[in-house]
């Protein structure tokens, strides 16, 4: 189930924040987005995801215009960590991965879900706390709580796996470096298995070794959109930032000076 934008466009008061996007996304692919502070990421992952609309064009999935679905149709072929995360009430973490469970499929809990539970805290560190209130974490640990909600959400029936997709906002802000890493060749890991995934990154080399295409956006509008060796030029990355970069290419790398 491929999802794709046509025309998407984002006004704030009188100003274009987002102008004629026109992307597709595949199962089985991750999407990098990058860009500069102010570039329109953020809304348009949060457009495409279903938790915003456009001010002009539309986004289909599979075909089939995203208004069109319900609110519980869109939890079970998505599920999205935003840089905000505000929880008001007094969970633990264990309860706040368990809304995945609530908001995909209704409460079920049976062992398959229970392999997936253990799995995804322990894979982002956050099995010796899970009895904890949320309001005595840290903003990393609270990052990976919600790292771990979105993942059991989309996790619940295997089977449909390849007709999932996960949003990511920066998700491993706050995240050491091994943490990173261990999130970033998890998630790789469920895409191989047909998930799709859309990760707005701050790290270009990150997004270049984890991303299978890049949209690089500027002021609202596409800069450019394909392959990461192929579209991470100094010339771009000085057009989209403003910096001087080489570019190392066995093994890619962006060096800044």
């Known amino acids: 189930m491929s999802i794709k934008t046509y025309n998407l466009s ?19 692919q991750v999407l990098g987005i ?32 995203l208004k069109e679905y319900s609110l519980l149709e869109r939890a079970r072929y998505r599920s999205v960590v935003s840089q905000e995360q505000n929880i008001m009430f007094d969970f633990t973490v264990r309860e706040v991965i ?55 959400q989309i996790w619940q029936r295997t089977d449909y796996i390849k007709s999932k997709y996960i949003f990511l906002d920066e998700p ?27 990760i707005i990154f701050h790290d270009l080399n990150l997004a270049a070794h984890f991303s299978d295409k890049i949209l690089v956006l500027s002021e609202g509008k596409i800069l450019d959109f394909g392959v990461p060796y192929e579209i991470l030029t100094p010339s771009l990355v000085q057009k989209a930032y403003g910096l001087k970069v080489s570019v190392t290419k066995r093994p890619f790398r962006l060096s800044y000076f």
């Open 172 to 198: 491993t802000s706050n995240l050491d470096i091994g943490q990173e890493l261990s999130f970033l060749n998890f998630i790789k890991g469920e895409v191989d298995r047909g998930l799709g995934a859309v």
């Open 10 to 28: 984002q006004k704030y008061g009188d100003q274009y924040i987002l102008r004629d996007i026109n992307i597709e996304v595949f199962p089985g």
């Open 98 to 152: 368990e809304m995945g469970i609530l908001g995909g499929y209704g409460f079920s809990f049976n062992s398959e879900v229970w392999k997936n539970f253990k799995i995804v805290v322990k894979t982002l560190g956050i099995d010796k706390y899970s009895n904890r209130s949320i309001r005595t974490l840290s903003g990393g640990e609270l990052k990976r709580v919600h790292l771990a909600r979105a993942l059991i």
């Open 34 to 65: 990058i860009g500069p502070n102010g570039s329109g990421k953020s809304s348009l992952v949060k457009i495409i995801a279903g938790d915003f609309s456009s001010t002009d064009g539309h986004v289909e999935y599979e075909n089939i215009p």
